[in-house]
């Protein structure tokens, strides 16, 4: 499935970009009180985002204009019908230094293992946040990651369209499985409208837009 890119857009200066990471936990407490019963239905975070767009200019017959650009998008997807491509400015790039791998080989004797065992082909692209443990997967890439085997580049290997690599030969066993590269976010609109004012038309006929709480979230594919 080909998804739309949302291109560049001139977020709010005075309120950013919000993004928060969400989970889904089951927490139950227990009948006595004394503590608590939780299981997380999701090992990894999805992203919530929104941003306002103050005073842009353009209007709908405008090709190029930001306004024309963002309601082409929205309704391409159908408001939140299906998923878009989205660059967050700040965080779309993982380095050698901060990515990692997940075996997601069937029937692995290390599911979910970070390192080869000598007999797993197929790794889901991740890396880590915080310096912790690689805590969150990457499966929309945006170009071709260069990927390395215990410090060496190689390019024995094909990648699908939700980041799985799958080697060639299998990694030796605990070898460091890493890679850099770029990356979007698949989103859905969370809305199926958007709260869009045209505040005034200039003296020359271009209009200004106020759109405010574009809210989206990431989802995996």
Known sequence: MTMPIMP???????????????????F???VANRSNASVSLQPYATWDFEF??????????????VLAQFFGLFCACQGRNSLFLFTDPQDNTVSFTNSGMLDVTSGSSTPMGT?????STKFQLARSIGGL??????????GTPQ?????????????SSTGVVTFTAAPTNAYTLTWQGSFYYACRFSDDTVDAVR?????NGTDLWNVTSIKFASESV
Request: glycine share 8%; hydrophobic share 40%.
């Open 147 to 159: 990927i390395f085997v215990n410090g060496v580049q190689t390019h024995a290997f094909s990648i």
């Open 199 to 203: 505040i005034y038309t200039c003296n």
């Open 115 to 119: 390192v080869g065992n000598g007999v």
């Open 133 to 142: 443990v690689v805590n969150d997967i990457i499966q929309n890439l945006n």
């Open 28 to 30: 139950q407490k227990t």
């Open 8 to 26: 560049t857009m001139p977020m709010s200066m005075a309120k950013g970009l919000h993004k928060s990471p969400t989970f889904n936990t089951v």
């Open 52 to 65: 306002d767009m103050d005073a842009i200019q353009g209007n709908e017959a405008s090709v190029s204009s």
